[in-house]
């Protein structure tokens, strides 16, 4: 593989597919049906698998592809980081507190925004010291963002 080569890795599982496909589907090329049920297959065993790999939400996986380029100029830039968590100050308990409560206020009064959504979700996430559930409410704040973007492209459209 050359620097200009994609990097293909993430397909294996898909060319593992097709491969077992053309493996086990039988053909007679001497038949009017030919490669039919070969092809037939290939099409449908690709289709779930894709369909499988691929998000379900409406515009999800474009922005997905938008969130990918941004990491590949970030790994570019600063390469692969690790630092530590940050989460669970003290103050981020009570201002987690503080932006449920405005929250669940603002929309009560018909006010409610994506910012409020957006800042009650990163500041749970910043009280938060356990592992797992930082990463849940980072997972939320994610979903919050996806939402944001579609919310704005369907106002484009």
Partial sequence: MTDTDP??????????????????????????????PLIQALILRTAAYMGSELPRTPGLAKHMV???????????????????DGTDLDAAVSIADTARRECDEAFAAGRGTWAHILTEEVTEA????????????LVQCAAVIQAWISDIDSREA
């Avoid at 898909?14 to 491969?19: D, F, Q, R, S, V």
């Avoid at 009280?127 to 930082?134: F, I, K, N, T």
Wanted: glycine share 6%.
């Fill in 126 to 137: 910043l009280a938060e010291d356990d592992p797992d559930r930082l990463r849940t409410e």
């Fill in 7 to 36: 990097d293909l890795t993430a397909l294996g599982p898909l060319a593992k597919t097709i491969a077992d496909t053309v493996e086990t589907t039988p053909i007679n090329l001497g038949s009017p049906e030919g490669a039919l």
């Fill in 66 to 84: 938008e969130v990918d380029s941004e990491r590949q100029r970030q790994l570019a830039k600063w390469g692969d980081q690790h630092h530590p």
